[in-house]
């Protein structure tokens, strides 16, 4: 495996003493082994793009980590995805599916990464559309929700050109793999293993009971636009951080990008392990009590 030598730094905007002392013992480590690294610091991940200087420093890198929790992350791969640099994630948050890296074994763990011990894996993003203006990237999911609190949304579905039905839900999510764990979860859909090449479409709450939730080929084009009985405007968000408004003479396209994220893991890595934390899999029912 590759030998990283150039490594960018970059930070959530919530930059507590607690995050710097974990990117200052990261450092160390760095300079210990002979690595460069360029700090990106206090840029808020929830704007739109980098300062074009900024992504110039980080499109030379050979490996950008990123410190902060899943939604650090998420809103970070949207904005150097096309940098194609791979990325490693410093779990600071709480959940942690995709920093995966824990900051209490930060030295151990990234010594051996820079030593090329570690494991590759692609992950793909959703480009969402309206009015085939493309308007934000998705890692997790692009969900589509009511603006009135008491008022189904009516919204009929095309793939690849081929009406599929009409949902009248709260809302739906269109998910990647790497958002199976995510929103959808919630709604009953299905765990996807985060490398395959799928779409998820999952109502939330639906009006009608075989309204299921469905897996796509990635390959799948899918437009969405407005019941003709609906005529209010609804909500559009990609990754729970960026909102948009669809009006009833507008068309949504949701399609895989072009570009893949590619992370980084160590050796150890394993998804299913990671299930089991994260969900509690496996554990044996108390018998306190008893």
């Known amino acids: 495996m590759k030998h990283f030598q150039n490594i960018g730094l970059i930070l ?6 607690e995050v710097r002392e974990v990117v200052e013992r990261t450092k160390r ?3 210990d082994n002979g690595c460069r690294y360029y700090e990106v610091d206090n840029l808020p991940y929830r704007s739109t ?14 490996l950008l980590m990123v ?10 791969a949207r904005k150097v995805h096309a940098l ?4 490693l994630g410093v779990n600071l948050g709480h959940l942690g599916f995709l920093v995966d890296l824990d900051q209490k074994a930060v030295r151990e763990n990234l010594e051996n990464i820079l030593n090329g011990e570690y494991t590759r894996e692609n992950r793909f993003l959703l480009s969402m559309r309206i ?5 934000s990237l998705a890692m997790n999911d692009v969900v589509i929700h009511k603006t009135q609190l008491s008022r189904l949304i009516e919204l009929d579905v095309n793939v690849n050109g081929e009406y599929l039905t009409s949902y009248r839900a709260d809302g739906l999510i269109f998910s990647t793999p790497t958002g199976s764990t995510a929103y959808s979860l ?3 859909g299905p765990i996807i293993y985060p490398t395959l090449p799928a779409i998820l479409i999952a109502p939330i709450c639906p009006h009608t009971f075989s309204h299921r939730p469905i897996v796509l080929p990635s390959s799948s084009a899918i437009t969405i636009q407005h019941h003709p009985s609906m005529e209010k405007p609804v909500n559009v968000t990609c990754d729970g951080q960026e909102l948009f408004t669809l009006k009833k003479e507008d068309r949504l396209s949701i399609n895989s990008n072009e570009f893949d994220i590619t992370l980084i893991h160590p050796l150890e890595y394993s998804f299913f392990s990671i299930l089991k934390e994260k969900l509690s899999w496996g554990l044996q029912p ?3 009590g008893r």
Do not use: H, K
């Open 12 to 17: 959530s905007d919530e930059n507590s003493p």
């Open 29 to 31: 480590i760095l300079d």
């Open 49 to 62: 793009a980098y300062p074009e200087n900024v992504m110039q420093r980080l499109g030379v890198c050979d």
């Open 67 to 76: 410190f902060g929790g899943d939604g650090t992350f998420l809103g970070i």
């Open 84 to 87: 194609n640099v791979p990325l």
């Open 131 to 135: 009015n085939e203006e493309l308007m």
């Open 186 to 188: 919630s709604t009953g």
């Open 286 to 288: 108390s018998l306190q």
